[in-house]
């Protein structure tokens, strides 16, 4: 089972950079947005499909209004995403979603046995999807929360990014 720098049993795990909170770092939402996140946060309290034994599981939880991709660059600087998997160093796209998928949505990628390191993960808002119900605005903004857990230790972020635009650094952490 991973562990993670600088992290005791009982801690949460702590990103590389400050600040160390998820507090600090998440955005501010409105109500609507707090629901939105909500319903993300509940598809991601179970477990993921299909069941992923042990290691590193990095998954990506996002509503309808948009196609998100989940991006994790290894120790090595390669990269599981939709069109490079698996890596050289085991990491495995095990769930994609598309506009067509039920709402909320879930990638996940999972590190069966991770290899010491740095790890990056990074968030791609790809398209928008269809003639939503969600207004204009709701529309233009993709909410999403990822979490990654290594069995013992969980670390949450929760924002939100634009079309077109890909966060390269949303959770960046530490493998011992």
């Known amino acids: 089972m991973a ?6 049993a009982s801690q949460p795990i702590a990103p590389v950079r400050a600040p160390t909170t998820d507090e600090a770092m998440d955005p501010v939402f409105d109500e609507d947005q707090r629901e939105r996140l909500d319903r993300i946060r509940e598809a991601l309290t179970g477990p993921p499909s299909p069941a992923l034994p042990g290691g590193l599981v990095v998954r990506l939880g996002f509503d309808g209004a948009a196609d998100l991709d989940l991006f994790v660059t290894d120790p090595t600087q390669e990269s599981v995403y939709f069109a490079n998997t698996p890596t050289r160093s085991g990491g495995t796209l095990v769930d994609d979603r598309r506009c067509d998928d039920a ?51 969980v670390l949450t972020r929760t924002g939100m990014v634009t079309p077109g635009h890909f966060e390269v650094i949303v959770i960046e952490f530490e493998v011992p």
């Open 3 to 8: 562990a993670l720098i600088g992290c005791a």
């Open 103 to 153: 709402s909320p949505r879930v990638e996940a990628v999972h590190f069966p046995d991770p290899m010491a390191g740095r790890y990056r993960v990074g968030v791609d808002f790809h398209k928008i999807c269809g003639e939503s119900a969600l207004s204009t605005d709701e529309r233009k903004q993709g909410l999403y929360i990822v979490r990654v857990d290594t069995g013992a230790h």
